[in-house]
């Protein structure tokens, strides 16, 4: 079926105005906000923080209770400490001892 030449182009120019009303509006079909972004990197840099200062505060009280516990004497000098020892010391047996002692323990004992 032929159609001449204008109604044919009228056709065709219908088919793709509706071909274009029917497709999704591409300045609106993704919407960013920054805000969320920004709020979302905030909160993996704290966690990020929180995380850190977690395993401070754990290497701290390892250290602060092995000094306590006299576990870190230098063998040959008695009153002096081992650095090596500090540094590779388990004073208690699990790391979320020290930091439940060190969180519920603002004070040092007296």
């Known amino acids: 079926m032929k159609f001449p030449r ?65 576990q870190c004497r230098d063998p040959v000098f008695k009153t002096e400490l081992d650095k090596k020892c500090l540094s590779s010391v388990q004073s208690r047996e699990h790391w979320w001892q020290h930091l439940t002692y060190a969180m519920s323990n603002l004070s040092p004992e007296k």
Request: proline letters at 2%.
């Open 6 to 70: 204008n109604e044919r182009e009228e056709a065709e120019g219908q088919v793709m105005k509706i071909y274009k009303e029917s497709s999704p509006a591409l300045e609106t079909l993704f919407e960013w906000s920054h805000i969320n972004h920004l709020a979302w990197s905030l909160v993996i840099v704290f966690m990020g923080l929180i995380f850190w200062m977690g395993i401070a505060l754990v290497n701290a009280e390892n250290q602060r209770n092995a000094l306590i516990s006299k």
